[in-house]
């Protein structure tokens, strides 16, 4: 792809989100899969959302809502009876480790109340600014552009950074796009990622940003690596290595 302006950038970026917003209409509380009630809920979510699906965290979160509905009571928890109740999720130990620590933060510190400002939340146990962006943006109507692997990779592929750090990434599209689009956009890459634009097998031909992509055709490398004998990396770059550049000027 031909070196590209920062407007021209904001300009396809702009487009890029466009159609995905049409693709998955509605704001980031629309499109949040986790189930919740208030930020308290999402963060506990959100938490155990790590390596695990939206749906299995559905499935779980009801009975723990139930049980310890404040900050105060999950702090006040005993741990044996909350791995239990988040086994399923998997990580189950870590995970309550983070909930209690989140949990007794926010009561000794902010009083049971929920710091909105996101040096607030990244010094809660457990919480990165992954985690704070989405309850920022999905719970609390604030800017956020949570930046998971899913958004790594599209965001990559889609040219609109070449940084592979998320706090890099989460400048580069911020830069990029109005705050008001923060929230949506991340959990729209989300989900073109999980439906189109997978890791392994990205389906370029069916994908309608395939004209604004610059690494559309990355399916047809993808599949001509799966055959016996190939090796290439699905994602990797389709510019020729410098090994083959050599051999072809010395042929
Ligand atoms: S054109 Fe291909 S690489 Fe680009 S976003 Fe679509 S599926 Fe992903």
Known sequence: MPRESQR?????????ARRLGSEHPGSATDLCAL??????QLLVATILSAQCT????NM?????FARYPTA?????????????????TGFFR???SHLLGMAQALDARFDGGFPPAMADLVSLPGVGRKTANVVRSVALGQPGLAVDT?????????GLTKATDPERIEADLCALLPESEWGALSLRLILHGRQVCSAR??????CHLSDVCPSAGIDVLASRASKPGKTSSPTRDRQPSARSRAKKTSS
């Open 8 to 16: 021209a950038r904001r300009e396809r970026a702009a487009e890029i």
């Open 35 to 40: 189930r919740h009630d208030g930020p308290f």
């Open 54 to 57: 939206d749906e299995r965290v």
């Open 60 to 64: 779980v979160t009801p009975a723990v």
């Open 72 to 88: 105060a009571d999950l702090a006040a928890a005993d741990p044996a009876e909350l791995e239990e109740m988040i086994r399923s």
């Open 94 to 96: 870590a995970k309550t």
């Open 150 to 158: 899913h958004v790594t990779r599209l965001s990559r592929r889609l």
């Open 201 to 206: 097998k990205p389906r370029c031909s069916e």
